[in-house]
């Protein structure tokens, strides 16, 4: 079993930034299939981005433009980059692990119950 570290969140003025970090304990994400995941306090949990091995990356539409996800090999850590942030973006964020390296690609609107792997979430608030 993956175990699954999220940090970075905390409180932001909107029109602010914040990285987001996923680490897995002990290993190294850099073959997995990584999705950011959100769940806003009375709404669903929804998908926000992917990458894949290989670094093709896939985002809702909410969130292209302003976000970016990305892997570092180095560290075997993935990270989300949240510019421009509103108070719509207040959420807890997840990140989601699915071993799946013969996939090069990733949809951000994949069935949730693929990823096998989860984090216990980071509180990101965006107020003023």
């Known amino acids: 079993q993956l175990q699954l570290v999220e940090s970075g969140g905390g409180l932001v003025h909107p029109g602010g930034s914040l990285r987001l970090s996923c680490a897995g304990s002990?290993?190294?994400?850099?073959?997995?299939?990584i999705g950011w995941f959100r769940q806003a306090p009375g709404k669903e949990r929804e998908a926000v981005s992917c990458?894949?091995?290989?670094?093709?990356?896939d985002y809702a539409d909410s969130v292209q433009g302003r976000f970016t996800i990305s892997r570092n090999n180095a560290t075997g850590t993935v990270s989300l980059q949240m510019n421009g942030l509103n108070p719509e973006d207040t959420a807890v964020y997840y990140c989601a692990a699915d071993w799946r390296p013969q996939d090069h690609t990733c949809t951000v609107g994949s069935a949730q119950g693929r990823y096998e792997n989860w984090g216990q979430g980071t509180q990101v608030t965006v107020s003023s």
């Open positions: 002990g290993r190294r994400l850099n073959f997995w299939t």
């Open positions: 990458i894949a091995y290989g670094d093709y990356t």
